[in-house]
């Protein structure tokens, strides 16, 4: 009967370098864009410093270069235009879209809902508060519930009203 051949031994290859002329890895959070795909709320940042995306993109010269008015974030008042080639793609810093802020309110909104049924279910009363926040960025209300006592009973309940009122 033969033998298994034995396995040589492999050396462990050091990583390659990068290539030359490669971009740098980009940070964490952000995003690799042509500029006609730059949101209003994108921040980006250059040599002078960081700028925030104030105004939609819009094209010219038949398409070939697109402007985009930008802020500076340390500086608000600081308005300039930013002018790219149309087929070069920018980096950005992206937070979460309005789709995705609406579908984790409504997650957030069926949680309280299932945590409010299995509190009637089992008989206990639980005192909710409302939390009002204004963004500034975007200039919209966010609203929050948190519960601030539970009871077993109705009297428990407003007896712990009657404490957290004064």
Known sequence: MARPRPEKKRKAKPAQPPLPGMPPPEPPGSLRVLPMQ???????ADSSGEWQVVGRPDTSAGGKS?????????????????????YEKVTVIRRATAEEDRRASTIAALCVLASTVTARAECAWVLWMEETRLDYATNKDDHRWHTTA?????SHANSAFCKRSK
């Open 66 to 86: 697109t402007s985009v008015r930008v802020q500076r974030v340390s500086n608000p008042g600081v308005t300039e235009t930013g002018v790219w080639g149309s």
């Open 150 to 154: 539970a009871a077993a009973n109705r």
């Open 38 to 44: 730059v949101q209003i709320g994108d921040r980006m």
